[in-house]
């Protein structure tokens, strides 16, 4: 969980009226895009990059197009317990997110070839999606593409459909589970 | 005429860039900063934080551009849900081509300047424009 953390932070503090509630609704569901984490109302952070800080700072036009007030602040926590409460929230997150997408694909291993094709198409973008907002990275990260890759895998999945008994069971990730209990 | 934009460029300000140059500005000259209070007076900023021609009513700033300059070629409309994709991903358009053309400029972003991710992306997007207008043309992808 360490390796991809710089330290500084990324805020995007925000006041929008209440109504219209169009603007607060298109706000709310960009910063659930980008997977922020909440530090209290109105005041939402990311780790800090190019990118995060630009796209928070749309986010902040957006919310002064909409008729309310915003700024973009660069900070560090004062102290790594801080730190660290931020980003196992923002882990836990996606790791909720990341077994969304192991039990839709545990559900659809049962299914017949078409469902299985369909399933994958829509995980995979539903992986690429969580995957972008993802800063701490946990072993769901791992165990969600190998989800989705064993039910693209032709080889095996057949194996596994033919076989009544084992329908539906995605053999793989429970066991990379055992393997790589997150920290 | 002078443009100023946001230094570090991605695919919305590079696409931008040649959209100016191509169709608006033949002779632009594009200076980068990074705070919007160092943009120089008399220049035109595109795709920083309050500029007229940014991010406006769920567009990013290609799109803004193409409206506030009527440009409504439909070529440029297609490679718009392309920008458009790449730089927001909230799946307005059908675009499959963005990440890829995302990946692109994300690794020139890391390699290259910004003067030289436009001598090299100019060209790509020439491409990209042409390869457009024929599918559009045609009706189906060009070979």
């Known amino acids: 969980m360490t390796a991809t ?10 006041r929008l009226p209440r109504e219209p509630s169009t603007p607060r609704i298109a706000v709310w569901r960009k910063l659930r895009r980008l997977g922020v984490a909440q530090i209290s109302d109105g005041l939402v952070a990311l780790p800090a990059d190019p990118r995060t800080r630009e796209q928070l700072e749309w986010v902040a036009e957006e919310v002064t197009d909409g008729g309310g007030s915003a700024a973009i602040w660069l900070a560090r926590p004062s102290t790594r317990a801080q730190e ?61 593409q190998t989800a989705v890759q064993a039910l693209a ?3 095996e999945d057949d194996m596994r459909a033919t ?12 066991a990379r589970q055992a393997r790589q209990e997150p920290a | ?45 595109f795709d920083i934080p309050g500029a007229e021609l940014s991010h406006h009513g769920g567009d990013c700033s290609f799109e803004t551009i193409l409206r506030r300059y009527d440009l409504t070629d439909p070529v440029l409309w297609r490679i718009a849900a392309i920008v458009h994709e790449a730089d927001l991903e909230d799946q307005r358009y059908d675009a499959p081509e963005a990440p890829g053309l995302d990946l692109v400029l994300r690794g020139l972003s890391i390699t290259r300047g910004d ?28 070979a």
């Open chain 1, 5 to 14: 953390r710089s330290g500084e932070w990324v805020l995007l503090s925000y």
């Open chain 1, 153 to 155: 895998a032709p080889g």
């Open chain 1, 84 to 144: 660290d409460q931020l980003a196992k929230a923002m882990a836990a997150a996606r790791a909720a997110e990341y077994q969304t997408v192991i039990a839709a694909a545990a559900e659809a291993a049962g299914g017949d070839p078409a469902v299985r094709a369909s399933a994958v198409r829509r995980l995979r973008k539903e992986l690429r999606a969580v995957q972008r907002r993802d800063y701490f990275p946990s072993a769901e990260r791992d165990q969600a």
């Open chain 2, 1 to 45: 005429m002078k443009w100023a934009t946001r230094a570090g460029i991605h695919i919305d300000r590079a696409t931008c860039a040649w959209l100016i140059r191509r169709h608006i500005d033949e002779r632009a000259e594009f200076i980068f900063v990074t705070d919007p209070a160092d943009i120089p007076a008399g220049t035109t900023a």
């Open chain 1, 163 to 174: 076989r009544p008994g084992r329908a539906g069971r995605p053999a793989r990730p429970v």
């Open chain 2, 115 to 142: 003067d030289d991710i436009l001598t090299i992306t100019g060209p790509v997007f020439d491409g990209i424009y042409e390869y457009c207008k024929r599918a559009i043309l045609l009706g189906r992808e060009p």
